[in-house]
């Protein structure tokens, strides 16, 4: 599975920004979806989960009611917009793929088989 992420970029607080993650390599619709993201000196943390179909997500608390994650199978791409962004969601975000099973939105990055290279959000005050 190849993942590529894109539309990161610079914005400023209160601003939306909408991330994409084409996948490619496999059936897409196998396959659960994750966000995270990675500040330098800190660990990748989670941001949010999709299953193969889009009925089940799952949010960190610190994006909930912020970011909303969703998927396009027929276009092999997930989502992640961003809206409200705050300084804090300042990182480089990254997605990844779950093969183990596809009915879950797994929030460990234990469960994720693949990644994408990342891409950069930065939001000023």
């Known amino acids: 599975v190849q993942l590529q992420a894109s539309g990161g970029g610079l914005v400023q607080a209160g601003d939306s920004l909408r991330l994409s993650c084409a996948a490619s390599?496999?059936?897409?619709?196998?396959?659960?979806m994750g966000w995270f993201r990675q500040t330098p000196g800190k660990e990748r943390e989670f941001v949010a989960a999709i299953n193969w179909s889009g009925e089940t997500v799952s949010y960190s608390d610190s994006v909930k009611g912020r970011f909303t994650i969703s998927r396009d199978n027929a276009k092999t791409t997930v989502y992640l917009q961003m809206n409200s962004l705050k300084p804090e969601d300042t990182a480089v975000y990254f997605c990844a793929a779950d093969l183990g099973t596809r009915f879950r939105a797994a929030v460990n990055e234990a469960e994720y088989d693949y990644w994408g290279q990342g891409t950069l959000v930065t939001v000023s005050s």
């Open positions: 390599g496999r059936t897409f619709s196998l396959y659960g």
